[in-house]
């Protein structure tokens, strides 16, 4: 039965789970662990974080942090399981293109943009207002 439901759940969540291998396979992380049911990758080459599928891809300097990238990550990944091929469209992109427009030097924090506000809850994560 268990078997089952994670063809269903791979199913559900096809395309990210497509584009979060096709990256493992460009960006070759060096570590990958399972962290929640999927695996998390570390990536010299990857700039920030990605949560695709079954796929959570981080840059190494998040290893060893404090944690709330991974957690804010399986948020994501819980997006994903509830919103399956909607994923991409509601959440990836916008969320995508919200980090290429964000800057640090901007006066609103990156995590009030409503996917990463919604992931860190999913998440667990707590942040400071």
Same mark, same amino acid.
């Given at each position: 039965?268990?078997?089952?439901?994670?063809?269903? *759940?791979?199913?559900?969540?096809?395309?990210?789970? *497509?584009?979060?291998? *096709?990256?493992?396979?460009?960006?070759?992380?060096?570590?990958?662990?399972?962290y929640r049911?999927?695996?998390?990758?570390?990536?010299?080459?990857?700039?920030?974080?990605?949560?695709?599928?079954?796929?959570?891809?981080?840059?190494?300097?998040?290893?060893?942090?404090?944690?709330?990238?991974?957690?804010?990550?399986?948020?994501?990944?819980?997006?994903?399981?509830?919103?399956?091929?909607?994923?991409?469209?509601?959440?990836?992109?916008?969320?995508?293109?919200?980090?290429?427009?964000?800057?640090?030097?901007?006066?609103?924090?990156?995590?009030?943009f409503f996917?990463?506000?919604?992931?860190?809850?999913?998440?667990?994560?707590?942040?400071?207002?």
């Amino acid at each position: 039965m268990k078997k089952a439901l994670d063809i269903l *759940l791979y199913l559900w969540q096809l395309p990210q789970n *497509l584009l979060g291998a *096709l990256l493992v396979l460009i960006l070759r992380p060096g570590r990958n662990y399972d962290y929640r049911g999927v695996r998390l990758h570390y990536a010299s080459r990857m700039r920030g974080g990605i949560s695709l599928g079954r796929h959570i891809i981080l840059n190494d300097t998040y290893r060893d942090f404090d944690g709330k990238t991974e957690k804010h990550e399986w948020g994501h990944t819980r997006q994903s399981l509830l919103l399956g091929p909607l994923y991409l469209p509601l959440i990836g992109l916008p969320s995508l293109l919200w980090a290429a427009w964000w800057t640090p030097l901007r006066s609103t924090s990156y995590f009030r943009f409503f996917t990463e506000r919604w992931a860190d809850r999913l998440g667990g994560v707590r942040r400071e207002p």
